[in-house]
């Protein structure tokens, strides 16, 4: 029996934004996953392994290299595999497009937990960063709030102003803190160490998503964020120890792990907005977990026909 291995393009073909939250939701009420990261640095570059076990669901082990420097040389900043294995067995089932996985889970998770905590009304949404997963949050977004107008800010406005031309409608803003302000849904992915965005910009009602740091030394947003906010996690195990959104807050006594109100595991009712007032912050952290879930959904699809 041959594996089949899933490319970019036919297996993209096949989903839909709104069952992969589906997806994620049912895979959190399974089994715990078990999690094993494996972080390796040299400089700015950085290798991931990470491999996720949930008892019914399978195995998966994504391998991921991220060389900030590539794109000088017209190369991808991040490439990797991830290999799919069958829960009874152990046999591998299929060999997944990395970055179908990777745009699917990046997106899929925070539009997960925006479904959840941003105002149904919502209707300015503001992307931070006009890379590649900025992009994945344009067609994601839009497709859980299909009425909502979309302002794209990113450092450099060229960028900007390309992402824009591939999504007619979308605003180019010059002035971050405004479009903050302005914004009722404001979901960032850079790859910045200083915090961009200011607790002092943020008004009541808002829901932030912040997805860009990965590593012990960046952060997105300052701690005056997260002591405006309540504040959510995909996952306590997989954002705490090694991500600076964080760590670096934790460490200096600004935030406490304890102030985290909830992650996917949690009851729902515990991972839900109390009220149109309060400002939300949620963490992605795109744990190995979702990756096996995300991959999981993909094979589904792609067995469907």
């Known amino acids: ?22 997806a994620f939701e049912a895979g959190h009420r399974m089994p715990r996953a078990e999690i094993g990261d494996t ?13 996720a076990w949930i008892d019914g669901l399978g195995i998966a082990v994504k391998t991921a290299t991220i060389f900030p420097g590539n794109g000088a040389h017209g190369l991808a900043s991040v490439n990797g595999g991830v290999n799919l294995y069958a829960d009874d067995t152990g046999l591998l089932e299929a060999i997944v497009d990395f970055h179908l996985v990777t745009k699917w889970k990046t997106a899929g998770d925070s539009l997960t937990a ?15 960063g006009a890379g590649t997963v900025g992009r994945s949050l344009r067609e994601a977004y839009g497709t859980a709030f299909p009425d909502a107008r979309f302002t794209l800010w990113n450092r450099s406005r060229v960028r900007a102003d390309e992402m ?17 302000r302005a914004a009722d849904i404001v979901t960032s992915a850079t790859m910045t160490k200083a915090p961009l965005i200011r607790g002092d910009w943020l008004r009541p009602g808002q829901h932030l998503d912040l997805i860009g740091a990965f590593r012990p030394d960046m952060r997105e947003a300052d701690d005056a964020a997260l002591a405006r906010a309540r504040v959510f996690v995909d996952s306590r195990d997989t954002t705490l120890g090694h991500i600076g959104e964080l760590k670096i807050p934790v460490e200096a006594g600004a935030f406490r792990a304890e102030d985290i109100v909830a992650d996917y595991y949690d009851p729902p009712d515990r991972f839900r907005r109390e009220s149109d007032e309060e400002i939300t912050l949620f963490k992605n952290g795109g744990g190995a977990h979702l990756d096996l879930m995300c991959a999981r959904y ?8």
Do not use: H, K, N
């Open 1 to 22: 029996m041959s594996v089949p291995v899933i490319p970019f393009a036919e297996g993209e073909a096949r989903l839909d934004w709104l069952a992969l939250c589906d």
């Open 39 to 51: 972080f390796l640095y040299r400089g700015a570059d950085t290798l991931l392994s990470r491999a």
């Open 114 to 128: 925006a479904r959840r905590l941003a105002r149904p009304d919502s209707r300015e949404i503001l992307i931070v």
């Open 164 to 180: 824009a031309a591939d999504f007619p409608g979308t605003v180019v803003a010059d002035d971050l803190e405004a479009a903050v």
């Open 298 to 305: 993909i094979l589904s699809r792609w067995q469907a026909g």
